[in-house]
């Protein structure tokens, strides 16, 4: 399921507002561009939960040259699991609170929660993001209070499948 000509166009269908065709520019569509962030934000409030497919555990960070350890910008979530570690993401980078540096010495192994572009994500979990996404849309700009209880089915079934 690519996310443009697939996922925007089913929360467009929920709410009964025209589908998109591929090659035309969401830019200037409220409701398609109101979609589209909507299934964005879903998407990493769900991956931040953390999945198999997107974790890592015990992923050894590396200093650079200048000691500092960079934090991947896909990295969602950041912990490190090296005993006697204790750091947390600041500014873009691991952060030594005990030490009150920026500077480490050597690897720290951190367990990691991904990001994940959404047309990499497993079939079902497009899915899931998809129906919860445009359930909020069409809470938002419609918000019958029936067919939002078969929207809360719909996606409770899909959450049950991942």
Known sequence: MRKFNQAINIALSVVGEQLIENDVSIEGIYEAEVADLLIETTKTEILEEGWSFNTDENWEMTPDVNGYIVIPTIALRIDPSS?????????????????????????????????VDFDDLPAIMKQYITLKASRI?????????????????????ALLRV
């Open 83 to 115: 005993t006697g570690t204790n750091a947390v993401r600041k500014d873009g980078k691991l952060y030594d609170k005990d030490n009150q540096t920026y500077i480490f010495e050597s690897s720290v192994e951190c367990d990691v929660i991904w990001d």
């Open 137 to 157: 849309l069409y809470q938002r700009l419609v918000g019958d209070a029936d067919m939002m209880s078969i929207l809360i089915r719909d996606e409770d079934e």
